[in-house]
């Protein structure tokens, strides 16, 4: 019977859910989801939740060039994850602060650092880090990589400009990866699948997914419900993603407190199989 209910309400769900509402997100902090998303994190076949080692290789090559890092610099790595760039960034002599709220993320970066003997240049803080006070540390760069600042909304993602502005010293850089808003799909879409491991759970499930593209807002927003078949369990997760124009993402740059924004289309020309799809904004703080 709660098979058949759980059926019932995805054949009642609203056409099209609303922008920013039941979360918007991923539930990066459950325990269970967050270990099953350290998998895929660290799953070498694919590059969707981490790029593969090679590009995360050349990724930070070209940040520690670009940025002129340097064995003393103090690096932010917002929404971290697992650590993936930051134990580079720290093997290379760097001191790292990584925030994240996912647990099982944050347990391995710690676990990885500590086996790569730079965890006394590691911190790795569990938090969101729309909570986090920076109080009494600046930092001589920041990175928000793969997209993440999107999950926000824009006057969330504005106030995250602003806190990371202050946490600069001066002459400091943020980087910011986004997709490209012309590259990204605008066609509503839907699909399903049956497993019974993976990201959605580790037993066997239905997962439906549907895609809808809010021109207005100039976002887009997937609802998945993923049905547990085992003992007819129903969950929904709506995720967010804002996309920015290229002049509305400097100007709001600006607006937070960077002084100029280099633009780079295209990870500026770095072999990366899904390069054409992202824009990275380089945004300085002031010397003065």
């Not at 270990?35 to 930070?60: C, F, P, Y």
């Not at 090559?61 to 003393?72: I, P, Q, Y």
Request: charged share 25%; proline share 4%; glycine share 6%.
């Amino acid at each position: 019977m709660k098979h058949i209910d759980a059926l019932w309400r995805i054949y009642r769900r609203a056409d099209r859910p609303q922008p920013w509402q039941d979360g918007g997100n991923l539930p990066w902090s459950d325990p269970a989801f967050s270990e099953r998303m350290l998998n895929e994190h660290l799953d070498e076949t694919h590059g969707a939740a981490s790029r593969q080692s090679k590009e995360r290789a050349m990724i930070v090559d070209w940040l520690w060039s670009k940025l002129e890092l340097h064995a003393a610099s103090q690096i932010l790595d917002v929404t971290c994850g697992p650590g993936l760039y930051a134990v580079e960034l720290a093997k290379r002599g760097a001191q790292i602060t990584g925030v994240d709220f996912s647990p099982a993320a944050i347990r391995h970066a710690r676990q990885w650092a500590a086996s790569e003997n730079v965890n006394e240049r590691c911190k790795f803080v569990e938090q969101d880090i729309r909570t986090v006070s920076f109080e009494g540390q600046r930092f001589d760069a920041a990175i928000f990589l793969y997209g993440q600042l999107a999950v926000f909304p824009v006057n969330e993602a504005r106030h995250l400009l602003e806190q990371l502005a202050q946490t600069l010293k001066p002459g400091g850089i943020l980087v910011v990866e986004l997709l490209n808003q012309d590259k990204v799909d605008k066609e509503d879409s839907n699909w399903w699948f049956s497993d019974d491991t993976g990201l959605w759970g580790n037993s066997p499930f239905i997962h439906l997914g549907e895609r809808f593209w809010v021109a207005e807002e100039a976002m887009s927003i997937e609802r998945f419900h993923i049905l547990r078949l085992d003992d007819g369990a129903l969950e929904k997760i709506v995720l967010c993603d804002q996309t920015y124009a290229v002049e509305d993402m400097v100007n709001m740059m600006q607006e937070t407190g960077f002084a100029n924004v280099d633009v780079y289309p295209s990870w500026n020309g770095l072999p990366l199989y899904d390069a054409t799809e992202w824009i990275l904004y380089v945004a300085h703080i002031g010397q003065s």
